[in-house]
Nanobody, 122 residues
């Protein structure tokens, strides 16, 4: 069971990036997916999550209106479109898969992808 993250990198404030989380070894449609991030010296925090069907999405207030989570179950891939990036968005981003209802609670997730660094410069 593997979640492979794609995307990330360095971008100027105000710019955009798209992260992808490609799942292998299991069908994506059986899992809720969440995106989390962890900045140096801080705890991992939930950014956005999406239900198995994609009908329900939640966002942290810090990214509401700027980030969009989506999923393509046919491609076994989940996306996080990040627009109007701010320096405070700098962190390592992770995708997680859960068999229970998707939430912003990291401990609810069963599988994690490798983190990808997102750096936003001023």
């Amino acid at each position: 069971l593997q979640l492979q993250r794609l995307g990330g990198g360095l971008v100027q404030a105000g710019g955009s990036l798209r992260l992808s989380c490609a799942v292998s070894g299991f069908g994506l449609d059986g899992y809720g997916i969440g995106w989390f991030r962890q900045a140096p010296g801080k705890m991992r925090e939930g950014v956005a999550c999406i239900s198995r069907s994609g009908d329900t999405k939640y966002y942290d207030e810090s990214v509401e209106g700027r980030f969009t989570i989506s999923r393509d179950n046919a491609k076994n891939t989940v996306y996080l479109q990040m627009n109007s990036l701010k320096t405070e968005d700098t962190a390592v981003y992770y995708c997680g898969a859960t068999t229970v209802v998707a939430s912003m609670v990291a401990s609810a997730y069963d599988y994690w992808g490798q983190g990808t660094q997102v750096t936003v410069s001023s």
